[in-house]
Nanobody, 114 residues
């Protein structure tokens, strides 16, 4: 499985960005998908997940502001980020899991200016 993330950039605090991740997978619908992020000097952390069944979960820091969704017909997973804060600045990574196997995309930079 190859993952390609798009949509990062520079935005002012309070603004919005949408990230997308395209997966090359013959059976995308069975993958559990997630977005992670890693800020400078910090560990990579889970931001949002969506299971193959469509169940969603979010880190407390992004609840009510971020929304994850998936389009199995297009093999994509989206992360809509609203009311962005400077603390959201990080490299965002797309992640896919199938059983015990984990796949990572290359990351896309999100920078939120105050």
């Amino acid at each position: 499985v190859q993952l390609q993330a798009y949509g990062g950039g520079l935005v002012q605090a309070g603004g919005s960005l949408s990230l997308s991740c395209a997966a090359s997978a013959s059976r995308f619908s069975i993958l559990h998908m997630a977005w992670y992020r890693q800020a400078p000097g910090r560990e990579r952390e889970s931001v949002a997940t969506i299971t193959a069944a469509g169940r969603k979960s979010y880190a407390d820091s992004v609840k009510e502001r971020f929304a994850i969704s998936r389009d199995n017909a297009k093999n994509t997973v989206l992360l809509q980020m609203n009311d962005l804060k400077p603390d959201d600045t990080a490299v965002y990574y797309c992640n896919a899991k199938c059983g015990s196997i984990t796949y990572w995309g290359q990351g896309t930079q999100v920078t939120v200016s105050s």
